[in-house]
Nanobody
Framework: QVHLVESGGGLVQAGDSLRLSCATS??????????MGWFRQAPGKEREFLAA????????YYEPALKERLTISRDDAQATVYLQINLLAPDDTAVYYC????????????????WGQGTQVTVSS
């Protein structure tokens, strides 16, 4: 069982930036067999794909509409995945989830088998 823990959320103002972290229990990413993804879910809305990074070569994928404001990265030694979000707006208010999986496509929630509990991001205007 992969254990994922997100952190870095909070209350911010419009225009601010945040870096979310996802710590995994799988050890160094050199041995991590999982693709890692970030999703979010706002109240009353479906879970939305944001970004993913592959298990092997570290390739990255983004939701096209958000690509300019997002950066996904990983720290192999710390077994942690990050999501940088810039120019936050009230519409970005949601619970942000980290996920691990081995299926494709990476933009689909069902491709991921393991999920964290989420971290709340609230953006005030």
């Amino acid at each position: 069982q992969v254990h994922l823990v997100e952190s870095g959320g909070g209350l911010v103002q419009a225009g601010d930036s945040l870096r979310l972290s996802c710590a995994t229990s799988e050890g160094p990413f050199s041995r991590n067999p999982y693709n890692m993804g970030w999703f979010r879910q706002a109240p009353g809305k479906e879970r939305e794909f944001l970004a993913a990074i592959t298990r092997g070569g570290g390739r990255t994928y983004y939701e096209p509409a958000l690509k300019e404001r997002l950066t996904i990265s990983r720290d192999d030694a710390q077994a942690t995945v990050y999501l940088q979000i810039n120019l936050l707006a009230p519409d970005d208010t949601a619970v942000y989830y980290c996920a691990a999986g081995q299926a494709v496509p990476l933009g689909r929630a069902r491709s991921y088998d393991h999920w964290g509990q989420g971290t709340q991001v609230t953006v005030s205007s």
